[in-house]
């Protein structure tokens, strides 16, 4: 009896774990896939930046870890309201002042274009948003999230150091 008991426990154990690594997994994979789909873009979208600053004789940005993060901490907050903006820029581009010792700042914004190619064409359409790309900058940090539409929001910061 003892015996038995120590199976089933067993196989309630294993049944259990097998139930919950493979529900698990289910959820782990589509965030997988939907974190690689956002590294995709941002790739990309850095090397759109690149490209372009390079046919007008600018320099390439290298990526900036701080940036980014505070790029994507961005992202989450337009989500959570619904809309883009630039609020709280002022405390992004001071913790790029203090942490990274940054000589120059700046952001662009933007939600729901398709991909890379149509987000980099409404920012170089947007004179303030172009500027920012082609200046005197150094490095970048670039997020894209999408909400749960599925609508991607985008933001760039630019720093010079």
Known sequence: MKNFLLKTGLAIAFLTILTCNIGCSKDDSA???????????????????NKHRLSIGKQILETNTLAEDLAEEHNTFMIIQGDISHENFDHRADRLFDEENAKGVGENVAAKQKSAHDVMTAWLESKGHRENIEGNYTHIGISAIKNAKGQYYYTQLFLKK
């Open 31 to 49: 965030a997988d896939i939907e974190k690689e789909m956002s590294i995709n873009i941002v790739n990309e979208i850095l090397q759109l930046v």
